[in-house]
Every structure is written in C-alpha cells, then in structure tokens.
C-alpha cells in the first residue's frame, strides 16, 4: 500500500481486523491489505485496509477512549438505493440508527450517510434554499434525498 500524507487511524478497544473486514464487504474497491501483531504488546495489532480507494489503518489495543460523534466517515451517495444500501449495510449487526443521517455501526465507528449533493444544497450562498434544506434533514432519521431536492427546489409539500 502506497504511503498517503494524511491516513485515518482507528483506534479499537478490540476488533479491528473484524471492522475492516466489515467495512470492506460493504465498499467497493476495498479490501484488508495487512494485519500486523506488534511485538511485545500483547493483543495489540495493526490492521491496514482500504475503503473506497482511501486507505486507513486501525488498531486493536484496549484503552480508555471509545469511538464518539467528534469523529464520523461521511459517504457521498449518488442515488436513493445506495443511501440505502450502505445504510443497512452498516446497522447489520447491531448498528444503531441516528438523527440527520448519522448512524453508530456495531463496532461504534459514527458514519453519515449522504447524498452527493446534500452539502453544495446547504452551502447555498441564497440562505432560504440552504434553511428548507436543513429544516428537512433535521427531521429525517435516514435521509431522503427526493424530499431533501424537494425542500431545496422549494417544490416540497
């Protein structure tokens, strides 16, 4: 795996391997590429995968901090279905759904899952469309990008 300047690291009490894993069942042009024991620290291994073409690196060492919402992947979904896809695909077992499209996997990464287009509608330099845009997402669990074009477009119901 090529050297990138800036990789996302994942810090897991346990179950790194099995995250990525996971994840990379769900994403295309994904994969694990190496799990690597570190010497001398017990359970503690590096798990270097690729999602979508990114690379990250994750670890499995127990420690006091687990995943919050400070940090989330965000995916840019280019239709309905696979929103919905990559939705389900990641509350499989045991995920938890969350409000404005934000959803914790079973693993407690934090993911939103959004259409392509749903930040260029809300930076919007005209504030009505970004506001409809906005009040729409704020009452959505999983996003509907029709309604969220809709409330844009100010063609909503």
């Given at each position: 795996?090529a050297?990138?300047?800036?990789?996302?690291?994942?810090?897991?009490?346990?179950q790194?391997?099995?995250?990525?894993?996971?994840?990379?069942?769900?994403?295309?042009d994904?994969r694990?590429?190496?799990?690597?024991?570190v010497p001398s620290?017990?359970?503690?291994?590096?798990?270097?995968?690729?999602l979508?073409?990114?690379p990250?690196?994750?670890?499995?060492?127990?420690?006091p901090?687990?995943?919050?919402?400070?940090?989330?992947?965000?995916?840019?979904?280019?239709?309905?279905?696979?929103?919905?896809?990559y939705w389900?695909?990641?509350?499989?077992?045991?995920?938890a759904?969350?409000a404005?499209?934000?959803?914790?996997?079973r693993?407690?990464?934090?993911?939103?899952?959004?259409?392509?287009?749903?930040?260029?509608?809300?930076?919007?330099?005209?504030?009505e469309?970004?506001a409809?845009?906005?009040?729409a997402?704020?009452k959505?669990?999983?996003?509907?990008?029709?309604?969220?074009?809709?409330?844009?477009l100010g063609?909503?119901s």
């Amino acid at each position: 795996m090529a050297i990138q300047k800036i990789t996302p690291f994942l810090w897991y009490a346990t179950q790194a391997e099995e995250a990525a894993a996971f994840y990379a069942g769900i994403f295309p042009d994904s994969r694990v590429t190496r799990v690597t024991p570190v010497p001398s620290a017990g359970a503690t291994r590096l798990v270097e995968f690729v999602l979508c073409g990114q690379p990250f690196i994750a670890m499995s060492s127990s420690g006091p901090d687990s995943f919050n919402h400070a940090i989330s992947l965000m995916v840019y979904c280019d239709s309905q279905e696979e929103l919905d896809r990559y939705w389900d695909a990641l509350l499989e077992g045991g995920g938890a759904p969350e409000a404005c499209g934000w959803l914790k996997d079973r693993f407690g990464v934090s993911w939103q899952i959004i259409p392509s287009e749903q930040i260029q509608m809300m930076a919007d330099p005209d504030p009505e469309k970004a506001a409809r845009v906005a009040q729409a997402m704020m009452k959505m669990v999983k996003l509907d990008a029709a309604v969220l074009k809709a409330a844009y477009l100010g063609t909503a119901s």
